[in-house]
């Protein structure tokens, strides 16, 4: 009897090492397939979870507007006053909703090219009125013209037919208007071939976001989605070999096993430029966990305290010598009119921006960008890109609509918030799909390594007892 019992003794321990082993031996074999099959799927290719997801979003993205409307446009004219705004909004747009075009591969180089549609379709339901809601605005032709046309003789000429078209310093414009393009009364009249339709995103609809090339991380999983060539706005090819600014991914993924230390680098075409967000918290969305990513407010920093940036500062009057920070001239790419771009209600700016303009309240949680990343994929799940259009306007002598102006101003038009989550259906099958094998399979190797030391320790504790009892 004695033997057997240390006989079944031993042989319970051996198979609680064999267990503990096994688990042990699983967690490496476990994390190699788990990294296999990640790296399977993430490459953008037929017949993988990320293409499919790529080539048409399967999240709902909405691009909300707050429209800064003046109040007091005759006073600002006159006695070159401080701009009394009111924030009008949200006033929603469905975008992102077709799917990418002239999808082509190139398994020599490992890369993909593309374009992406643009198309928005207004939401009532999620607005506060109607695409025909009315502001009062800067004049954005009246405004650009001193930057364009810098030469005092053609501002005079300019002005007969700014005062013929009974045009001014702002405007009344409707919402539809304002975002998509309305035809100018003032360049209708000017006698030489330029664009008369404009507007802060003309034009939009049934146009498409250039052509990007991205490798598809068939050679090299860390490359994936990253961009390799852009072909898009006027001007942006000269500039970004100057500035290098095509870095990073549109955005939409990265490449996988995201780590809390990286930086994410993104491109927006919006903004003309590459932009990058760096680790803020940790999340649970709809079950799965994320890693939140945020730009930071050093990404608006001056080039004085951010030499990146010194592709946008263009002036040394404006800029105040490149000490400006908070916004950023992106005028090089588009066509030389005078458009920053800033953080929500001047967010993380210098003081001297808000000064001379009125109702102004930066808040953070409101107006600050995101990416919930999930980690092992690099899928964002959910984001919120929130940036403000700005127009320089400037005194101009030769034309009377601005001639009163004592000071520059850097006037807000709108601001936007572009969101998008994962929606329900998607989560489930994410979490199906991927959270839930990588955690089951963690937890059988966590649940195998655990019993196998327990029975280990449990039947050596009894053998020794069982010696020791042997032995008196």
């Given at each position: 009897?004695g033997?057997n019992?240390?006989?079944?003794l031993?042989a319970?321990?051996?198979i609680?090492?064999?267990?503990?082993?096994?688990g042990g031996?699983l967690m490496?074999?476990g994390?190699?397939?788990i990294?296999?099959?990640?790296?399977k799927e993430v490459?953008?290719e037929e017949?993988t979870?990320a293409?499919?997801n790529?080539?048409?979003?399967?999240?709902?993205?909405?691009?909300?507007?707050?429209?800064?409307d003046?109040q007091?446009p005759?006073e600002?004219t006159?006695?070159?006053?401080k701009?009394?705004?009111?924030?009008r909004g949200?006033?929603?747009?469905?975008?992102?909703y077709?799917a990418k075009e002239?999808i082509?591969?190139d398994?020599?180089?490992?890369?993909v090219?593309f374009?992406?549609?643009?198309?928005?379709?207004?939401e009532?339901?999620l607005s506060v009125?109607?695409?025909d809601?009315t502001?009062t605005?800067?004049n954005?032709?009246v405004a650009?013209?001193?930057?364009l046309?810098p030469n005092?003789?053609?501002?005079?000429?300019?002005n007969?037919?700014?005062?013929?078209s009974k045009s001014s310093m702002?405007?009344n414009?409707t919402l539809?208007e304002l975002?998509?393009?309305?035809?100018?009364p003032?360049?209708?009249?000017?006698p030489?071939?330029?664009?008369?339709?404009?507007g802060?995103?003309?034009?939009?609809n049934n146009?498409?976001?250039?052509?990007?090339?991205?490798f598809?991380g068939k050679d090299?999983?860390?490359?994936v989605?990253?961009?390799?060539t852009?072909?898009?706005?006027?001007n942006l090819s000269?500039?970004s070999?100057y500035?290098?600014?095509i870095n990073?991914t549109?955005?939409?993924?990265f490449?996988?096993?995201?780590e809390?230390?990286?930086?994410?680098?993104?491109f927006?075409?919006?903004?003309?430029?590459?932009?990058?967000a760096v680790f803020?918290?940790e999340i649970?969305?709809?079950?799965i966990?994320v890693y939140r990513?945020?730009?930071?407010?050093?990404?608006f920093?001056?080039?004085?305290?951010?030499?990146d940036?010194?592709?946008f500062c263009t002036?040394?009057i404006i800029s105040?010598?490149?000490?400006?920070y908070g916004?950023?001239?992106i005028?090089?790419?588009k066509?030389g009119k005078p458009?920053?771009?800033?953080?929500?209600h001047?967010l993380?700016?210098?003081?001297?921006?808000a000064e001379?303009?009125?109702?102004?309240?930066?808040?953070?949680e409101?107006h600050?960008?995101y990416?919930?990343?999930?980690?092992i994929t690099?899928?964002t799940l959910?984001?919120?890109?929130r940036l403000?259009?700005?127009m320089?306007?400037?005194?101009?002598?030769?034309?009377?609509?601005?001639?009163n102006?004592k000071?520059n101003?850097?006037v807000?038009?709108?601001?936007l918030?572009?969101t998008?989550?994962?929606g329900?259906?998607?989560?489930?099958m994410?979490r199906?799909q991927?959270?839930?094998?990588?955690?089951l399979?963690g937890?059988?190797e966590?649940?195998?390594?655990?019993?196998?030391v327990?029975?280990f320790?449990a039947?050596m504790?009894?053998?020794?007892a069982?010696r020791?009892?042997?032995v008196?």
């Amino acid at each position: 009897m004695g033997c057997n019992r240390n006989c079944g003794l031993i042989a319970g321990a051996v198979i609680g090492a064999v267990l503990a082993v096994f688990g042990g031996i699983l967690m490496p074999v476990g994390d190699m397939l788990i990294e296999k099959t990640i790296k399977k799927e993430v490459v953008l290719e037929e017949g993988t979870i990320a293409f499919k997801n790529w080539v048409k979003t399967g999240t709902d993205v909405y691009r909300q507007f707050w429209i800064f409307d003046v109040q007091n446009p005759d006073e600002v004219t006159v006695n070159s006053s401080k701009i009394k705004v009111k924030q009008r909004g949200p006033y929603t747009y469905r975008v992102r909703y077709l799917a990418k075009e002239n999808i082509t591969q190139d398994p020599e180089t490992h890369t993909v090219s593309f374009l992406q549609p643009n198309g928005a379709i207004f939401e009532p339901s999620l607005s506060v009125g109607t695409e025909d809601d009315t502001f009062t605005i800067l004049n954005l032709a009246v405004a650009a013209a001193p930057q364009l046309y810098p030469n005092t003789f053609m501002q005079g000429i300019l002005n007969s037919f700014i005062k013929k078209s009974k045009s001014s310093m702002f405007q009344n414009r409707t919402l539809k208007e304002l975002l998509w393009g309305y035809t100018d009364p003032f360049l209708n009249l000017v006698p030489y071939p330029i664009t008369t339709t404009i507007g802060v995103f003309y034009p939009y609809n049934n146009t498409a976001d250039g052509i990007y090339k991205v490798f598809n991380g068939k050679d090299d999983i860390s490359k994936v989605a990253i961009i390799d060539t852009y072909k898009g706005r006027k001007n942006l090819s000269y500039w970004s070999s100057y500035c290098d600014l095509i870095n990073g991914t549109d955005a939409a993924s990265f490449p996988p096993f995201v780590e809390k230390t990286r930086v994410l680098q993104f491109f927006s075409s919006d903004i003309c430029r590459s932009i990058y967000a760096v680790f803020g918290a940790e999340i649970n969305l709809k079950g799965i966990p994320v890693y939140r990513f945020i730009l930071p407010s050093f990404a608006f920093a001056s080039p004085f305290q951010n030499p990146d940036n010194h592709c946008f500062c263009t002036e040394k009057i404006i800029s105040k010598n490149c000490t400006l920070y908070g916004v950023l001239d992106i005028g090089k790419c588009k066509e030389g009119k005078p458009v920053y771009i800033s953080l929500p209600h001047f967010l993380h700016g210098s003081p001297e921006l808000a000064e001379p303009i009125e109702s102004l309240s930066p808040n953070e949680e409101e107006h600050s960008t995101y990416l919930d990343v999930e980690p092992i994929t690099g899928f964002t799940l959910r984001f919120a890109k929130r940036l403000q259009v700005n127009m320089l306007v400037k005194p101009a002598k030769k034309i009377e609509a601005l001639k009163n102006l004592k000071h520059n101003y850097i006037v807000p038009i709108l601001w936007l918030n572009e969101t998008g989550t994962i929606g329900d259906e998607k989560a489930e099958m994410f979490r199906n799909q991927v959270t839930g094998k990588i955690n089951l399979l963690g937890l059988v190797e966590i649940v195998l390594l655990s019993v196998g030391v327990v029975m280990f320790i449990a039947f050596m504790i009894s053998y020794c007892a069982c010696r020791s009892k042997r032995v008196n």
